[in-house]
T-cell receptor, first 110, second 115 residues
């Protein structure tokens, strides 16, 4: 059974800081890994998708890496802004489902 | 391009009642998945529909059932509601073949409260 763990559970940083969110998974037989953002009480917004054959993806200030053999992914956020405050979820895709971690709640203080 | 929409946005029911949640997939998408997200937790997979057929189911009891229509919209039905069914219910759609090889696009969710 696939298990996904995200560390840390919560993170508070000052504006402008670079930060890294971590995700680990137990079964490397995945199609892809997707990072999502969730604002309080809202749905999920897809940030980045990394195929299992890829090592990283970039979008603006976001960079996500994938090491499938070790079951790890990181989401790097450069020059953080208060608008980045949200919960960040990683999810691994296999079969017909996404398996999610419990998320990292990020607060960026002005 | 219209995104994934869900209705209603909020719902209050009492134990033992039945509820139907609705999802309209993004234009051109033929696969719909449903997830349950309890407060403070990650979403849990309920089931997926591909071209009107169930294509995979998570660890949920049979009182959770679904449908997908020819226009690829979908319904989630929950019978005999329990307090623990209180959660945010998320719908996701994608294109291509069945499964989750493509990017999943999520709707805003339906918040269900069972009293």
């Amino acid at each position: 059974k696939q298990e996904v763990t995200q560390i840390p559970a919560a993170l508070s940083v000052p504006e402008g800081e670079n930060l890294v969110l971590n995700c680990s998974f137990t079964d490397s037989a995945i199609y892809n890994l997707q990072w999502f953002r969730q604002d309080p009480g809202k749905g999920l917004t897809s940030l980045l998708l990394i195929q299992s054959s890829q090592r990283e993806q970039t979008s603006g200030r976001l960079n996500a890496s994938l090491d499938k053999s070790s079951g790890r992914s990181t989401l790097y956020i450069a020059a953080s802004q208060p608008g980045d405050s949200a919960t960040y979820l990683c999810a691994v895709a296999s079969g017909s489902r996404l398996t999610f971690g419990e998320g990292t709640q990020l607060t960026v203080n002005p | 391009e219209t995104g994934v929409t869900q209705s209603p946005t909020h719902l209050i029911k009492t134990r033992g009642q039945q509820v139907t949640l609705r999802c309209s997939s993004q234009s051109g998408h033929n696969t719909v998945s449903w997830y349950q997200q309890a407060l403070g937790q990650g979403p849990q997979f309920i089931f997926q529909y591909y071209r009107e057929e169930e294509n995979g189911r998570g660890n949920f009891p049979p009182r959770f059932s679904g449908l997908q229509f020819p226009n690829y919209s979908s319904e989630l039905n929950v019978n005999a509601l329990e307090l623990d069914d209180s959660a945010l219910y998320l719908c996701a759609s994608s294109s291509g073949l069945a499964g989750v090889k493509e990017t999943q696009y999520f709707g805003p969710g339906t918040r269900l409260l069972v009293l």
